[in-house]
């Protein structure tokens, strides 16, 4: 058995033993510190799949966020959002899905070599893989926030803001004090799914991205992908309930060419979640015209003053208390 495929059953093995214990209500038991030795190491290692961000400051962090990117986007786009959850005292868990980042299958050791391996990888993908990865995260950043005793925050951009509400959906034992979603896909556009139905025999098959290559984690995206996406969405309706109902706010350009605004405004009302607020996202003209509607990640691609209103707006909602951000700006609808 190769060494990943190991690694991989050893964190299968962990998770499902801290699932077990917060499943039947055990963990609270747990001293503080952590689980047993054998999974604060397993908390503490590197690995491809995750990176930890943790602030500069002496003081105790204040909560600790799982941090999801979106489909064929470089895990590192997220990094101006964690810079501004750690500057706020938030420690942060970035996740790297597989085929992105440094989370793919290596066959050779070139630049060359890991472009290659990592689409191979991509081409491979689930919508069950994806969600474990998540879930193995989740349990990290668990693990971080009870040993703090702090609140546990998720964000997500796209595909990843999909992943995290349908983990918290779907797994009885997961739960988030707030989320920040950005641009969710949680509601596509009329028409993508059916567009791309016909190549689902081709799991393999690349779909060119005009995305920056700063941004792009593979210069396409395989079918597979897509399909992982869909199987998500799909996955995220049967388990739809009051479980999602937590302080959540959602950033969107309302003329995203990816994910449908209005019916994001109508999935919210319709569900009853009276704790989500979405807030519109006015790029300025200091944005990258070249950069799609969809990404709304960082100053570069919503401009300045835009990228401000969001950083205090996302303060407010993670330091609620705050006397210095009284004057964020409310999330409006």
């Known amino acids: 058995m190769k060494f990943y495929q190991r690694l991989m059953l050893v964190a299968c093995a962990a998770a499902m033993a801290v699932a077990a214990y917060i499943h039947s209500g055990s963990f609270?038991?747990?001293?503080?510190?952590?689980?047993n030795a054998f999974i604060q190491k397993l908390v503490d290692r590197p690995d491809?799949?995750?990176?930890?961000?943790?602030?500069?400051?002496?003081?105790?962090p204040v909560g600790v966020a799982l941090i999801v990117h979106g489909l064929n986007v470089r895990p590192e786009m997220m990094e101006p959002v964690i810079a501004v959850l750690n500057s706020a005292g938030i420690e942060a868990l970035n996740v790297s899905l597989r085929g992105h980042g440094d989370n793919f299958i290596r066959c050779g050791s070139s630049p060359a070599d890991e472009k290659r391996d990592r689409l191979a990888s991509f081409?491979?993908?689930?919508?069950?893989?994806?969600l474990n990865e998540v879930h193995q995260a989740y349990v990290?950043?668990?693990?971080r926030a009870r040993k703090l005793g702090v609140p546990i925050y998720f964000v997500g951009y796209s595909l990843g803001g999909l992943l995290g509400c349908d983990l918290l959906a779907a797994k009885p034992g997961v739960h988030f004090d707030r989320m920040a979603l950005f641009a969710p896909a949680l509601t596509l556009r009329p028409g993508i799914a059916y567009q791309l139905k016909p190549l689902q025999p081709f799991p393999e098959f690349i779909i060119d991205s005009d995305a920056p290559e700063n941004q792009r984690a593979?210069?396409?995206?395989?079918v597979a992908g897509y399909t992982a996406l869909f199987d998500a969405i799909t996955?995220?309706?049967?388990?739809?309930?009051p479980r999602l109902n937590v302080p959540t706010l959602i950033f969107m350009e309302q003329e995203d060419e990816f994910v449908s605004f209005e019916n994001l405004q109508?999935?919210?009302s319709d569900n009853g979640f009276d704790r989500w607020d979405l807030v519109r996202v006015a790029k300025d003209n200091t944005a990258d015209a070249a950069i799609a509607r969809h990404m709304i990640i960082n100053e570069q691609s919503v401009g300045a003053a835009a990228w401000a209103d969001m950083v205090r707006t996302i303060?407010?909602?993670?330091?609620?208390?705050s006397t210095v951000l009284k004057a964020a700006p409310k999330a409006r609808q």
């Open 140 to 143: 990290q950043a668990m693990l």
């Open 266 to 268: 109508k999935f919210v």
């Open 235 to 241: 996955d995220f309706e049967t388990h739809l309930g």
């Open 218 to 222: 593979n210069d396409g995206t395989p």
């Open 28 to 35: 609270s038991r747990i001293a503080p510190g952590g689980a």
């Open 48 to 60: 491809h799949c995750c990176r930890w961000f943790k602030s500069a400051s002496s003081k105790k």
């Open 315 to 321: 303060k407010a909602h993670f330091m609620p208390e």
């Open 123 to 130: 081409k491979r993908v689930s919508y069950i893989l994806w």
